[in-house]
């Protein structure tokens, strides 16, 4: 069996969200990865965009920012952001929407600005950026980010882009038209969401990893079915096309084997 | 017919960087790693500029060096970090010593207040930011955003006011004397900026001739009536990128966020790459014409 690092392992999940022909907002670090796999691999006719401005993108190098010039190099246009973030996805017309997060609450909230008070914060995090944008209007959302108990928090110091808020119907009352969350991938395990009460729930453990560690590194009450499956390992093909992507390691060289 | 005049708007890096008064407000343009002012940031470091306010969607190593030298320190902004490699290390520290103040939007929000600003209506409605604490926690502004029940489908909208930035500050990479601009590749917010502001710089690559400019109107992005000074400034994005000219410098960024961690290893930074060059054309002598070169964008592919 081919070895492989929880990075891989988490840029693969990412990868597998994407179904073929869907238009995909990938923002910075694993998920450009991961959208880049999944085109390489099983959705060759997903519309990547990024919200700097690059639309249907079919960059051949990696890029390091959502605004790098790597992906307007046989991206189908080069335009700006109110085409992007507006036209596109406020208009209604993206599928998927990849996000990072630094805390998330049970109802698959996001925190990407503070830690801490909000009158004297103890970090400044990156910002929204375009992520309130995007969970507020895309389709659905895949989250990623690596796996420690105080990412997930039963209060967020700051709600930066929007879950599914106080639980079910509380999007559709304030009219946001995306569908919010509906899979999280950690370097552990990975977690979707429960239909009736929009809250969270763990859906597979990587291997190697226990569902009891995932309930010790989650500090809020997560729902966990009878019967938690093992998430597929990657295939020798997602791996060699994974490494070929990234060959200077600049998003992969974290991890651990 | 006889021959019109093209206003010659250009001005040194230097002297332009001298109308900005201590305390003005800038809406500041290039998005993430691509065409940032960085040349503009850093001669406003020289200056020893202090209290300006920047607005913008998302900047990186240059509004980290403004905050590290306390040029600025009040932000409306989206996004703020060195994308892929971290946080910013300046605005972390000066963050914890509790110097920093700022207005949280999202990119879209920002995009779409410049674009106001630029109609010259007051606000302008999202259906973004409803239920999240941007909406809420304010820090700059007494009128960060409103939500109404919009007047026509009874649907709470949230309302942005528009900004009508002291200065707008854009890098691109063709300009003729009379402002006339092109941007190639992505534009980010810049064609907004450009049109919100009451005085509208354009950095850029390259001068081109008026002529040049009307044998293809249609690259045209920003027509010269909105900018009122062109400066001319090579490599006046490094250690980020211009598409079709220069690739970013990578392993300068990745020495920055490891050297700017403690505040020594940012005055040394300071020192070394901002003051001790003395002017934008001491920093390209010291960065060297060898690795210039070796940053220069492939024709084809554009980096």
Same mark, same amino acid.
């Given at each position: 069996?081919?070895?492989?690092?929880?990075?891989?392992?988490?840029?693969?999940?990412?990868?597998?969200?994407?179904?073929?022909?869907?238009?995909?907002?990938?923002?910075?670090?694993?998920?450009?990865?991961?959208?880049? /796999?999944?085109?390489?691999?099983?959705?060759?006719?997903?519309?990547?965009?990024? +919200?700097?401005?690059?639309?249907?993108?079919?960059? !051949?190098?990696?890029? /390091?920012?959502?605004?790098?010039?790597?992906?307007?190099?046989?991206?189908?246009?080069?335009?700006?952001?109110?085409? !992007?973030?507006?036209?596109?996805?406020?208009?209604?017309?993206?599928? /998927?929407?990849?996000?990072?997060?630094?805390?998330?609450? +049970?109802?698959?909230?996001?925190? !990407?600005?503070?830690?801490?008070?909000?009158?004297?914060?103890?970090?400044?995090?990156?910002?929204?950026?375009?992520?309130?944008?995007?969970?507020?209007?895309?389709?659905?959302?895949? /989250?990623?980010?690596?796996?420690?108990?105080?990412?997930?928090?039963?209060?967020?110091? *700051?709600?930066?882009?929007?879950?599914?808020?106080?639980?079910?119907?509380?999007?559709?009352?304030?009219?946001?038209?995306?569908?919010?969350?509906?899979?999280?991938?950690?370097?552990?395990?990975?977690?979707?969401?429960?239909?009736?009460?929009?809250?969270?729930?763990?859906?597979?453990?990587?291997?190697?990893? !226990?569902?009891?560690?995932?309930?010790?590194?989650?500090?809020?009450?997560?729902?966990?079915?009878?019967?938690?499956?093992?998430?597929?390992?990657?295939?020798?093909? +997602?791996?060699?096309?994974?490494?070929?992507?990234?060959?200077?390691?600049? *998003?992969?060289?974290?991890?651990?084997? | 017919?006889?021959?019109?005049?093209?206003?010659?708007?250009?001005?040194?890096?230097?002297?332009?960087?001298?109308?900005?008064?201590?305390?003005?407000?800038?809406?500041?343009?290039?998005?993430?790693?691509?065409?940032?002012?960085?040349?503009?940031?850093?001669?406003?470091?020289?200056?020893?500029?202090?209290?300006?306010?920047?607005?913008?969607?998302?900047?990186?190593?240059?509004?980290?060096?403004?905050?590290?030298?306390?040029?600025?320190?009040?932000?409306?902004?989206? #996004?703020?970090?060195?994308?892929?490699?971290?946080?910013?290390?300046?605005?972390?520290?000066?963050?914890?010593?509790?110097?920093?103040?700022?207005?949280?939007?999202?990119?879209?929000?920002?995009?779409?207040?410049?674009?106001?600003?630029?109609?010259?209506?007051?606000?302008?409605?999202?259906?973004?930011?409803?239920?999240?604490?941007?909406?809420?926690?304010?820090?700059?502004?007494?009128?960060?955003?409103?939500?109404?029940?919009?007047?026509?489908?009874?649907?709470?909208?949230?309302?942005?006011?528009?900004?009508?930035?002291? #200065?707008?500050?854009?890098?691109?990479?063709?300009?003729?004397?009379?402002?006339?601009?092109?941007?190639?590749?992505?534009?980010?917010?810049?064609?907004?900026?450009?049109?919100?502001?009451?005085?509208?710089?354009?950095?850029?690559?390259?001068?081109?001739?008026?002529?040049?400019?009307?044998?293809?109107?249609?690259?045209?992005?920003?027509?010269?009536?909105?900018?009122?000074?062109?400066?001319?400034?090579?490599?006046?994005?490094?250690?980020?990128?211009?598409?079709?000219?220069?690739?970013?410098?990578?392993?300068?960024?990745?020495?920055?966020?490891?050297?700017?961690?403690?505040?020594?290893?940012?005055?040394?930074?300071?020192?070394?790459?901002?003051?001790?060059?003395?002017?934008?054309?001491?920093?390209?002598?010291?960065?060297?014409?060898?690795?210039?070169?070796?940053?220069?964008?492939?024709?084809?592919?554009?980096?």
């Amino acid at each position: 069996m081919t070895e492989y690092t929880s990075t891989e392992m988490m840029a693969v999940c990412g990868s597998r969200a994407v179904r073929d022909g869907e238009r995909v907002f990938a923002g910075t670090g694993l998920p450009v990865l991961g959208a880049l /796999l999944a085109k390489v691999t099983h959705a060759p006719n997903a519309v990547i965009i990024y +919200e700097g401005g690059n639309v249907d993108c079919q960059n !051949t190098d990696l890029a /390091l920012s959502v605004a790098d010039s790597r992906l307007c190099y046989k991206a189908a246009a080069s335009i700006g952001l109110i085409e !992007t973030l507006g036209f596109l996805m406020m208009g209604g017309r993206v599928d /998927l929407g990849f996000l990072g997060a630094a805390q998330i609450d +049970e109802y698959g909230n996001i925190n !990407t600005s503070y830690i801490g008070e909000f009158e004297s914060p103890t970090v400044r995090l990156p910002g929204s950026g375009g992520g309130n944008d995007i969970a507020s209007s895309a389709g659905r959302i895949v /989250l990623m980010f690596t796996h420690a108990a105080r990412k997930f928090v039963k209060k967020l110091d *700051y709600l930066t882009s929007p879950g599914h808020l106080q639980g079910p119907g509380s999007r559709e009352k304030l009219g946001l038209i995306g569908g919010g969350p509906s899979l999280v991938v950690t370097d552990k395990c990975q977690m979707d969401f429960d239909e009736k009460t929009k809250r969270i729930r763990l859906k597979s453990v990587h291997p190697g990893v !226990t569902v009891e560690w995932v309930k010790e590194n989650v500090m809020f009450n997560l729902i966990i079915p009878d019967k938690v499956p093992t998430t597929p390992e990657p295939t020798a093909q +997602e791996l060699e096309k994974l490494r070929s992507l990234d060959p200077q390691g600049i *998003y992969l060289g974290k991890g651990q084997r | 017919m006889p021959e019109p005049v093209v206003e010659d708007k250009r001005i040194s890096l230097k002297e332009v960087t001298k109308k900005i008064p201590n305390g003005a407000h800038i809406a500041w343009g290039g998005f993430g790693y691509q065409r940032p002012p960085e040349a503009f940031a850093m001669e406003l470091i020289r200056q020893k500029k202090r209290g300006l306010r920047i607005y913008t969607c998302g900047s990186e190593h240059d509004l980290d060096i403004l905050v590290g030298a306390e040029v600025c320190l009040e932000f409306e902004v989206a #996004f703020f970090a060195i994308e892929a490699l971290g946080l910013a290390p300046n605005l972390r520290r000066r963050t914890k010593e509790g110097k920093v103040r700022f207005e949280d939007y999202s990119n879209l929000s920002m995009a779409l207040r410049f674009l106001g600003g630029a109609l010259n209506v007051p606000f302008m409605p999202i259906r973004h930011l409803l239920g999240s604490d941007m909406l809420t926690k304010a820090r700059l502004r007494k009128d960060k955003a409103k939500v109404i029940d919009c007047p026509f489908t009874g649907k709470p909208i949230a309302l942005l006011p528009s900004v009508q930035a002291d #200065f707008g500050v854009i890098c691109a990479q063709r300009v003729d004397p009379e402002g006339n601009t092109q941007i190639f590749g992505i534009k980010g917010e810049d064609n907004e900026i450009a049109r919100c502001a009451k005085t509208t710089i354009v950095f850029a690559e390259e001068i081109i001739s008026n002529e040049e400019i009307r044998r293809n109107p249609d690259l045209t992005m920003i027509p010269g009536l909105y900018v009122d000074y062109v400066v001319e400034v090579p490599f006046g994005s490094w250690p980020m990128q211009v598409y079709g000219y220069y690739d970013y410098d990578l392993p300068h960024l990745q020495m920055y966020v490891q050297q700017c961690r403690t505040e020594e290893g940012w005055q040394e930074y300071l020192e070394d790459w901002i003051l001790g060059v003395g002017s934008h054309e001491g920093l390209l002598k010291k960065i060297g014409e060898k690795r210039l070169k070796a940053l220069r964008a492939d024709k084809v592919r554009g980096y």
